[in-house]
Antibody
Framework: QVQLIESGGGVVQPGRSLRLSCAAS????????MHWVRQAPGKGLEWVAV????????DFTDSVKGRFSVSRDNSKNTLYLQMSSLRVEDTALYFC????????????WGQGTLVIVS | DVQMTQSPSSLSASVGDRVNISCRAS??????LNWYQQKSGKAPKLLIY???SLQSGVPSRFSGSGSGTDFTLTIDSLQPEDFATYYC?????????FGQGTKVEV
């Protein structure tokens, strides 16, 4: 079954950087676009970023453009989110999410890794 | 960006009730609308994709309808395990957006 395990979260000071990782298993990682979605404590879901199946295309929500980058290593079945110039408002649980094949929807979610900017 | 507005923000219901949750997009999104369920402390789960297609393994009491800008998630005969927060999400534009969520409470 689809398994997505995020890591790399923690407490970081404003302005610093952090890199999140997501280890995927149970499916053909290189065949799926992958996303990051975050959820601030007690708040709703916010879509953050997407990367194409081969890593050639990425896109970001406006609030993180220029500060975050996303990459993937299909040989290691791993997704990354590089976060720079972190702000207090980036504090959230970050989910690694799989996009359904040939359908723009999110059908597999990790349990999330918590980032606290303080 | 496409803004997604859900109503109500919360509702109280009883087991066996029929529940409707609305989602409105700020511009037309065709049928690029998905619904997710999130229980407290858990990751979201896909319920409905493409406005009305039931995700595999999801009970048939869940259904979705709508197209363009107005969409509805319906839960027929609410079950105890359905008390949760529900989110709509559009995938029409390259920058996806979620609604603010609807909490279904006892």
């Amino acid at each position: 079954q689809v398994q997505l395990i995020e890591s790399g979260g923690g407490v970081v000071q404003p302005g610093r950087s952090l890199r999140l990782s997501c280890a995927a298993s149970g499916f053909t990682f290189s065949s799926h676009e992958m996303h990051w979605v975050r959820q601030a404590p007690g708040k709703g879901l916010e879509w953050v970023a997407v990367i194409s199946y081969d890593g050639s295309q990425t896109d970001f929500t406006d609030s993180v453009k220029g500060r975050f980058s996303v990459s993937r290593d299909n040989s290691k079945n791993t997704l990354y989110l590089q976060m720079s110039s972190l702000r207090v408002e980036d504090t959230a649980l970050y989910f690694c999410v799989r996009e359904k094949t040939l359908m723009p929807t999110l059908d597999g979610w990790g349990q999330g890794t918590l980032v606290i900017v303080s | 960006d496409v803004q997604m507005t859900q109503s109500p923000s919360s509702l109280s219901a009883s087991v066996g009730d029929r529940v409707n949750i609305s989602c409105r997009a700020s511009q037309t999104i065709d049928n690029y609308l998905n619904w997710y369920q999130q229980k407290s402390g858990k990751a979201p789960k896909l319920l409905i994709y493409a406005a009305s297609s039931l995700q595999s393994g999801v009970p048939s009491r869940f259904s979705g309808s709508g197209s363009g800008t107005d969409f509805t998630l319906t839960i027929d005969s609410l079950q105890p395990e359905d008390f949760a927060t529900y989110y709509c999400q559009q995938s029409y534009t390259s920058l996806w957006t979620f609604g603010q969520g609807t909490k279904v409470e006892v």
